[in-house]
């Protein structure tokens, strides 16, 4: 069973770091790439930074870019997110979802969200 | 980029009803949009790939039809379950985009 579980969410002031995790189980992490999806309270899902298998290709949205680090490590099945110079439009449920094997950008599988609130 | 739109934002429907929501894409995307369901406190559930295509496991009384820049997504008969924010998406060409969502509640 495709498992992804995130941790790293927390309250965090505005201009703080905060890095996110995502444990991967149940499929060939090397294999398949993987995303960041975030979801503002009450709000929609936006996308956040996709990370190729080998790490050899990586994106960020435009809300993010300069700020943020997508990483893994597919010795230890994980995923990251790096947070740098957080603001208050960051609050959000942060996602980790799979790429399916055949789609690039289509997410097959989901984890249950880690929050971040950022605020003073 | 490629904005989505959806509507209604909104339906309150009855159990067994059959229910339709629609989806543009605001340029052509083939046939590369996928919908998800979503329940309050809970992660995003694929439900179709490809415009059309079941994702493993999702009950048949969902489907998709469309391609170019119209979409939709039929539930054949509305059961308790089934009431959920629904979302379109992208994945035709980067940043991949989601709709702002149709809630579908009880009427």
């Known amino acids: 069973e495709v498992q992804l579980v995130e941790s790293g969410g927390g309250l965090v002031q505005p201009g703080g770091s905060l890095r996110l995790s995502c444990a991967a189980s149940?499929?060939?992490?090397?294999?398949?790439?993987m995303n960041w999806v975030r979801q503002a309270p009450g709000k929609g899902l936006e996308w956040v930074s996709y990370?190729?298998?080998?790490?050899?290709?990586?994106y960020y949205a435009d809300s993010v870019k300069g700020r943020f680090t997508i990483s893994r490590d597919n010795a230890k099945n994980s995923l990251y997110l790096q947070m740098n110079s957080l603001r208050d439009e960051d609050t959000a449920v942060y996602y980790c979802?799979?790429?399916?094997?055949?789609?690039?950008?289509?997410?097959?599988?989901w984890g249950q969200g880690t929050l971040v609130t950022v605020s003073s | 980029d490629i904005q989505m739109t959806q509507s209604p934002s909104s339906l309150s429907a009855s159990v067994g009803d059959r229910v339709t929501i629609t989806c543009r894409a605001s340029?052509?995307?083939?046939?590369?949009l996928a919908w998800f369901q979503q329940k309050p406190g809970k992660a995003p559930k694929s439900l179709i790939y490809a415009a059309s295509s079941l994702q493993s496991g999702v009950p048949s009384k969902f489907s998709g039809s469309g391609s170019g820049t119209d979409f939709t997504l039929t539930i054949s008969s509305l059961q308790p379950e089934d009431f959920a924010t629904y979302y379109c998406?992208?994945?035709?060409?980067?940043?991949?985009?989601f709709g702002p969502g149709t809630k579908v509640d009880i009427k």
């Open positions: 998406q992208q994945y035709n060409s980067y940043p991949p985009a």
């Open positions: 149940g499929f060939t992490f090397s294999s398949y790439s």
């Open positions: 340029q052509g995307i083939s046939n590369y």
């Open positions: 990370i190729s298998s080998s790490s050899s290709t990586i």
């Open positions: 979802a799979r790429d399916s094997r055949y789609y690039v950008a289509y997410f097959d599988y």
